[in-house]
């Protein structure tokens, strides 16, 4: 289901026609278009198997067509710190760009939208899990690693994360607290 564009969306790269739209979910058929046939679109390993936290607002890039290029999503949640700190966050996850678009910019436009919107979700960071080869994309939007054990619920109980943890503060310059990371859910 679509909704209305909030804000004016980045200009789209050079010779590309596209717009940029609001979702409330990605569904099963916009998910095999993203993917186009790709048996593993997060490049392989363990990220692809685990159980992710479904994101209640998602933005998309479209063809003139219609046809999906590229998402991602965002969804609140809460950290536990060092057993001690409860942490509003929102996790940023699933940025996908359809492997015929990639090497465009669009993924750096889905991110650009989805830290946007970040604030109104209230919390005080935003969150994201990444393989180590994205860590430098990340980081060009300020995002940092977490440099401690980052744990979140799976199907079968919690685990230690398998990918790198990131943050962004989304208010003040605040630092993240030390201290071992429990995502209270799925990861985002």
């Not at 789209?12 to 048996?39: C, H, N, S, Y």
């Not at 760009?97 to 669009?106: E, H, M």
């Not at 690693?145 to 799976?154: K, L, N």
């Amino acid at each position: 289901m679509r909704k209305a564009v909030l804000g004016a969306p980045p200009p789209p790269p050079p010779g590309l026609v596209m717009r940029q739209v609001e979702l409330a979910e990605i569904d099963d058929a916009m998910w095999a278009e993203l993917v186009a046939g790709e048996p593993e679109p997060f490049g392989g390993g363990p990220g692809e198997t685990l159980s992710w936290r479904p994101k209640p607002l998602n933005v998309a890039i479209c063809s003139h067509d219609g046809r999906l290029l590229a998402a991602g999503g965002i969804a609140s949640g809460e950290v536990l710190i060092a057993r001690t700190w409860r942490v509003p966050v929102v996790g940023l996850g699933g940025v996908i760009v359809t492997r015929s678009a990639r090497g465009q910019g669009l993924g750096r436009t889905v991110v650009a939208a989805l830290l946007e919107r970040a604030p109104a979700l209230g919390g005080d960071f935003a969150v994201l899990f990444c393989r180590a080869r994205l860590v430098p994309f990340y980081a060009s939007f300020s995002f940092a690693p977490i440099d401690a054990r980052v744990y979140a619920d799976q199907p079968g109980g919690q685990i230690e994360m398998p990918l790198g943890a990131m943050y962004r503060p989304l208010a003040a310059a605040t630092p993240w607290p030390a201290g071992a990371v429990e995502v209270i859910g799925e990861p985002f």
